[in-house]
């Protein structure tokens, strides 16, 4: 039998799932004056699409977000916009690229994709967590 946290792992994040976990980051990030927003590209390779390392679960995604904000937050809000990073979870392999930009709630980063790749390379600066 498969453990709670084995089914959460192994299954489908809807969108509306990652609205939710989105609206949960806001309020974090927003402690420094960043938006977090998702793209539909992110969602559809967070449920394993061209078979980039397997589905990545709601909470693989929330554990590199409060890490991130625990390591990176201030330093990440002084960049300015453009400004391409990617956050790489070192524990799960996990590697999630963003950019900063302006819309109309201000600065935000614009989660671009995420992939599961031990040796993910980038000209882009890896914030490790």
Known sequence: MKSFKQYITETFVSWEELGRLERVLDSMFAQV?????FTKHFWERINGSRSYGGTVSIIDIKDAFQKTFQRYAKQIASKPVDWKAVINDVTKGLNMPFTLAWDRMGKRMVM?????????????PKLKV
């Open 33 to 37: 004056g960043l938006d977090i927003g």
């Open 112 to 124: 671009l994709t995420a992939m599961r790749k031990n040796d993910f390379k980038t000209p882009d």
